[in-house]
């Protein structure tokens, strides 16, 4: 499964105002909210409904990366973004370092499979020391959604 698949570009926010977890995951709700995907009626049951996935174990997997995802009734098609904070955020991850790159997974509930295949391309992404780099050097939107365009492009490894 190809990220570029369920990515939304036009959400990504190459510099998140919040400084904490949960206002962190609002913004990003409320951006994909912004480029149409989510309706702002169901916007804060779905930032709920992660931050509660959230307090259940922490998304934050190390080396300044945070992935909180969930299903939720009222997301109809998977979709994902990417906010990138300067100055990190403690997302309680697993080796206590700031979380610099935050990827948002919202998924319907009829999918896990889906789901589940998006976040091993996430996490298999994620794991290469290049693109957690390049994701934090970059400044905007346009950066972003080309290194999750090159990603797709890289082979498996």
Do not use: W
């Not at 998977?78 to 697993?94: E, I, K, P, Y």
């Amino acid at each position: 499964m190809k990220l570029s698949d369920f990515f939304v570009p036009e959400a990504v926010i190459p510099e998140l105002q919040a400084t904490d977890r949960n206002g962190v995951i609002k913004e990003l709700i409320t951006a994909l909210c912004d480029s149409g995907q989510i309706s702002a009626d169901d916007s804060a049951a779905v930032a709920r409904a992660v931050i509660q996935r959230e307090n259940q174990g922490t998304t934050g997997f190390g080396k300044g990366v945070a992935v909180p995802h969930v299903k939720h009734a009222a997301i109809t098609k998977m979709m994902a973004t990417v906010g990138r904070s300067s100055t990190g955020v403690d997302f309680a991850a697993l080796d206590r370092a700031p979380v610099y790159t935050v990827v948002l997974l919202l998924s319907p509930p009829d999918s896990p499979d889906e789901h589940l295949a998006a976040m091993e391309s996430i996490f298999k992404h994620l794991q290469r020391d290049n693109l957690r780099r390049f994701l934090r050097q970059a400044s905007t939107r346009e950066e972003i959604a080309a290194l999750i365009e090159e990603a797709d492009e890289m082979p498996p490894g």
